[in-house]
């Protein structure tokens, strides 16, 4: 589920309406992690390289939310995405996941366990990481049932291509917000929050 290795490279055209295409994607992340476990889909214009290149919610979303004071760690060396984030959004990649606000991960079969992210301090809870996991799917992997603020009683979700392991840490560690690390996860258009307040369980 890697991404393609022998591209060239490309930088690629950012929103086509930058002020309100932001705001618009910014409204649909609040909500995915408001209503956790719910799919939501990404309705703005990007280019067609962009698209055959990377999920579109993926995209959009750093696109929204990266700027110069929020380093992004990149699990797969991406050159043309880290440019046209970079160009768009001016914003930096760093090498050190420990550091960053922000993750991209492309190959959740083989990514860093939650607590390789910065999950805040006491008194500083928003400089916690924030991680974009590409999925293949959301229905066919394993069952994960999630309870917490925002949901009325339970949610299921069965996102295909993040390894067991990660969910199964993620079930064990206790809640500690407002300590923690927000995920969503990205397929094509579409997204879905799991906030830090969210509790998984694996079934």
Not at 16 to 28: E, K
Not at 64 to 82: G, M, N, R, V, Y
Request: one cysteine or more; a negative charge; hydrophobic letters at 40%.
């Amino acid at each position: 589920m890697s991404e393609p290795i022998q591209e060239s490279h490309v930088l690629a055209r950012g929103f086509g309406d930058p002020v309100h295409d932001a705001q618009s994607c910014f409204r649909i992340l609040l909500d995915a992690l408001s209503r956790p476990g719910t799919q939501h889909t990404f309705q703005v214009e990007l280019d067609v390289e962009a698209r055959r290149r990377w999920p579109a919610a993926a995209l959009a979303s750093l696109l929204t939310l990266c700027d110069h004071s929020t380093p992004i760690w990149f699990q797969k060396p991406d050159a043309s995405l880290e440019d046209t984030i970079g160009f768009h959004a001016n914003a930096v990649a760093t090498n050190d996941v420990k550091q960053a606000s922000f993750a991209y991960v492309t190959d959740g079969t083989d990514m860093p366990a939650p607590d390789s992210y910065a999950s805040g301090i006491p008194t500083e809870p928003e400089n916690s990481c924030t991680v974009f996991i590409r999925v293949d799917a959301f229905a066919g992997g394993r069952r994960l049932n999630m309870t917490g603020p925002g949901i009325e009683h339970s949610v299921q979700i069965a996102p295909v291509g993040v390894d067991e392991a990660f969910w199964q840490l993620r079930a064990d560690s206790p809640v500690q917000a407002p300590l923690g690390i927000d995920c969503y996860l990205v397929c094509g258009e579409t997204i879905v929050g799991i906030p830090r307040t969210t509790r998984v369980e694996l079934i």
